[in-house]
């Protein structure tokens, strides 16, 4: 059995990548506006919930899946279901992965631009209304917003072109540090704003009357989203993983670190919203205007831009490196030598896949689909339609294929856990996930 000839080095390699895979525009940038737009507190708190009780198992069957084949995701699902069509859920994934991308890397691309303003315009000296102006002119402008997305994408190819030790492993062991220090100490600015009080309390102070059946469905979703499931990239991450380290272990920081991050969000976010009158709901352009107007208005607010930007790009590219490896890891089936070209190549056809989303706010901002921008389109057929089969097909297939004393035989290696807690996460695995999954896409077609 040939296996991967990759490995990361060490366990912590392993959960920063996986982590920064999971850490991305979803927490830091999705997160704190749908929450804005959808009730605060109460959103936050089913998005935990569903977080812990269908998020994590899933990613436990990924990475069980994973590192018992040591494979990438569609020799994977072949080796454990031979003869069948399974390993499409790998397939799904590899082309969820390639779509996603190439409208992830244009926001990506903002944040380049962003982070480029950062350090040579003086934000103490705008007003209110320029930051939406700014907004407005980076977004709709076809050269820049392509330059950027190009840009974003490169660096995202020199990294996944030097492998899983040397470029992957090493560059998240260098940028989720500096992410986490550096959002310490936003939200340490941001709380000690006059009037941060509102905002923690709007953040943490759930009110669910103003939950809804929507709501409810955009926090699944989000849940997903945030722990980067259903695309498979998981299980090609964990494929990279020693047989020694514990698996329940990895998941368990993860998702730990996901939380953590959101919650930081929220807490950098909403106090700055409401300590300068402004509104939460503002969606999506509150990472992009709402909180650099903030950054104006406050001693060494250019600074804070800087930081802000930088661990928005640090976060956003460690998400981008494994949605290319996902692809890579897939076309090559780890034979070393074809890396470099592959990468390349894919990221190429990635980047024009991603022109038209690029140019979704200007150009082709009139050219709609199903009455959606092409990016807007694209996003609801990935976050809402591709990625949740994804993950309901693994939730269905991995009970069905390993038995039992073979999935908890793979989630005892390196690890004591308990086997009510095993019998637990089978339970969820088996039928809570897609019976919610289930619930939710019945939802969304409007017969429940
Ligand atoms: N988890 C990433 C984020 O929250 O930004 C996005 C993502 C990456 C989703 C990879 C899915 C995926 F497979």
Do not use: C
Request: glycine fraction near 8%.
């Amino acid at each position: 059995m040939k296996h991967n000839s990759e490995q990361w080095t060490s366990k912590i390699g392993f959960i920063l990548a996986a982590a920064g895979s999971a850490i991305g525009l979803g927490a830091i940038w999705k997160l704190p506006y749908v929450a804005g737009t959808s009730g605060g507190g109460a959103f936050f708190l089913i998005f935990i919930l569903f977080t812990l009780f269908l998020g994590l198992p899933l990613l436990l069957a990924e990475f069980t899946i994973g590192r018992y084949t040591k494979k990438e995701a569609i020799s994977a699902y072949r080796e454990i279901a031979p003869g069948t069509y399974w390993n499409w859920i790998g397939k799904l994934g590899v082309v969820t992965s390639f779509l996603l991308l190439s409208f992830y890397s244009v926001v990506g691309g903002w944040v380049v631009i962003y982070l480029f303003r950062s350090l040579t315009v003086n934000i103490q000296v705008m007003e209110t209304n320029d930051f939406g102006q700014m907004f407005s002119d980076t977004i709709s402008n076809p050269f820049l917003a392509i330059t950027a997305q190009f840009i974003f994408l490169a660096l995202t190819i020199l990294v996944v072109q030097g492998g899983i030790q040397k470029g992957i492993e090493r560059s998240s062991k260098i940028m989720m540090p500096i992410l986490f220090v550096f959002f310490t100490l936003i939200v340490i600015r941001s709380l000690t704003l006059d009037n941060s009080i509102e905002g923690i309390r709007f953040f943490l102070l759930p009110d669910f009357s103003s939950l809804t059946g929507e709501t409810t469905l955009f926090a699944i979703g989000q849940a997903f989203f945030s722990l980067s499931l259903g695309v498979s990239i998981m299980v090609t991450y964990s494929s990279y993983l020693k047989s020694e380290e514990s698996l329940v272990k990895s998941a368990t920081s993860i998702v730990s670190l996901t939380i953590f991050i959101s919650l930081l969000a929220g807490l950098a976010i909403f106090p700055a919203v409401f300590s300068f009158g402004m509104e939460p709901s503002e969606g999506p352009p509150l990472v992009f205007i709402v909180l650099p107007a903030v950054f104006s208005s406050i001693p060494l607010g250019n600074v804070f831009f800087f930081l802000f930007m930088t661990l928005l790009l640090f976060a956003t590219l460690t998400s981008a490196f494994s949605l290319l490896e996902m692809v890579v890891a897939s076309i090559t089936k780890n034979e070393g030598e074809k890396r470099r070209k592959t990468t390349v190549i894919t990221g190429i056809f990635i980047f024009i896949m991603g022109i038209p989303s690029a140019l979704s706010f200007g150009y082709l901002s009139d050219t709609l689909f199903f009455g959606n921008t092409f990016f807007d389109a694209l996003d609801y057929l990935v976050s809402n339609i591709m990625l949740p089969m994804g993950a309901l097909f693994i939730s269905l297939f991995t009970p069905r294929y390993l038995s039992k004393s073979t999935l908890f035989a793979e989630l005892r290696k390196g690890s004591r856990v308990k086997l009510y807690v095993l019998q637990i996460w089978y339970v969820l695995l088996k039928y809570v996930t897609p019976v919610a999954i289930i619930i939710a896409f019945l939802h969304v077609v409007g017969i429940i």
